[in-house]
């Protein structure tokens, strides 16, 4: 997104240490009312994306709104910068008025001890948590924006928790490490910083809010203990090599990421050990193919026919986010990307109402999204078909939110479930403690009447583990359905490896005696003839006569699926989407039998 920073004044009410931007007092020739026009004027000629007004703090300037409303007039998007202490509920609404779109609200550390000692503003802290509420309830989305420097390394790690405990309601955090300051001595080191963005990305993960870097901010990933924990805070191109500031050291030569980074900061003095990225897979979950906005577009809606009835009829899936509060390593969403513009997400939902189909409503987490039960409201105004939600449940277990949803008109749920019991799911999710909740959040949504499905993901952790798991949906949800999944490299993220993929063969006997108990317990197993399904001529044969017999396109998968030697001679062949090409590269196609009727 191109956009244009246009300073309104640089007297700021607040004193941070680490600040070089604040200055003792205004320069009249700066803050008249021409120079702002000019400044303004000359960001409209960039054709931006957005204008981020920024200081010094520009809420000091009693006219703020008179300027938002001028920079409003480009049809750019128009951001504040601000830290909000000076907010209150009539300011919001005067500023939501003025044409004010979002906000950038800055949060030092949580509490007012710390924060207001590093901002030295007594009672800067609850005054920016007030102001935060009043834009928001004047319709203004926020994000906090969080320095890592010496004074708040050391807190940041609980800003997540502090901000979901006091349900203050903001859609991402952004952090931004200053590398120079009036005292040298204000910037963290970057050992440090690394620890602590990674304590953060933890804890942000945890609670389910989006964290991520500021753009201006770069801190290389090879800085970071554990790469693999903090890659979605990255979203490198090669445009990103180019960066001033920054150093090439000798680890550069061997790291796959450096055609997309710009080495190490050149003003720093000591480093921790770096450590080069040398799997494909860590360099493809941090890079976007062109721009951030280009990756969103490709991956927000995904366009197919639901094959389950004597007709096909369209299905449209709107990813509403990309983040999650899991990490399951067969995810092939990118979820280091911040959420798509709202008007475009809005306008996804309502294509798929006229062309009346099916609405999916998925993610990252779906639920993470606080206009969750607006965007199912909108769906079934719209005239969507039916709509399901596509989610891990983990907030579903707060039953007012699952209730919600179900009297916006929500029909059906998908819920990402891969094993029997917590130590197996947490492996696998990477989310340790949230199986428990996932469980409750199934009972609230079968409470709630809410049709729902079980989504198990074959893997090699869990390939043995699915007829204890239809014991348990047999015991505690004897109405839901399971549907089956085998875990698909049809995205760059997805690593291809026989440690993550499992031969057809080696899940078999599994799934042949996970559906023999479910046969027996009443239990519908579907998924089979789904793109995320396997083979036909692999499907045991009692379960292929649920396979559709509408043709699959030769367009579906886009290229991913193929078909072998043996599927020119199969009878069943022009029904069966085949198998995945990474598979393909891990086993070859010697599994497949061709059928005869």
Known sequence: MRVARVITNETCNQNCWFCNARRPAERPEWISSAAVEQRIAAAESSTPQEILLTGGE???RQDLALWIGRAARSGAKVTLESNASRIDRERAEQLAAAGLSSARVQLVAWGAEIADAITREPGGFAAAIEGIRAL???????????????????????????????????????????????????????????????????????????????????????LFANVER?????????????RGGYRRIAECHSCLVNDRCPGVPSTAAALPQPRPITEPRLRRRMTVVSSIQDQIARELVTRDLF????????????RINFHCNQACQFCFVSTHLPPA???TVREAIEEAGRAGAMLVLSGGEPTLNPRLVDYVGLGR?????SIELQSNAIRLAEADLTEALANAGLDRAMVSLHGSHASLSDAITGAPGTFAATVRGIDELLRAGIQTRLNFVFCQANRDDFPQFVDLVASRWPSAGIVFSFVGS???????????????SEVLPSLRQGLAR????????????????????????????????????????????????ACTHCSASHRCHGIRRGYAELYGTSELQPLSQ
Not at 230 to 242: D, E, P, T
């Open 58 to 60: 520009p809420t000091l």
């Open 136 to 222: 928001v309830d004047a319709g203004i989305a926020v994000e906090v924006t969080t320095p890592v420097v010496r004074r708040s390394v050391a807190h940041i790690a609980a800003i997540p928790a502090g901000l979901s405990a006091a349900a203050v309601p903001v859609s991402a955090i952004s952090l931004v490490v200053p590398l120079a300051a009036p005292d040298a001595a204000e910037c963290a080191p970057l050992a440090e910083v690394a620890t602590a963005v990674a304590a953060m990305a933890g804890e942000a993960r945890r609670v389910g809010l989006l964290l991520r870097f500021d753009p201006a901010t770069f801190v290389p990933p090879c």
């Open 230 to 242: 903090i890659a979605h805070l990255f979203a490198l191109n090669r445009g990103n090599a180019s």
């Open 307 to 318: 094959r389950g009835g004597e007709q096909p009829v369209p299905e449209h899936t709107v």
């Open 341 to 343: 513009q709202e008007a």
């Open 381 to 385: 105004r719209a005239g969507a078909g």
């Open 490 to 504: 049809h995205t760059d993220v997805v690593p291809r490896t026989v440690e993550l993929i499992p031969r057809f």
């Open 518 to 565: 479910a046969r027996r317990a009443g239990l519908v197993v579907t998924g089979f003839d789904s793109m995320c399904g396997m083979p036909l001529c692999l499907v045991p044969a009692e379960e292929r006569v649920h396979f559709s017999a509408i043709e699959v396109g030769a367009e579906a998968g886009g290229g991913e699926l193929i078909k072998g030697e």
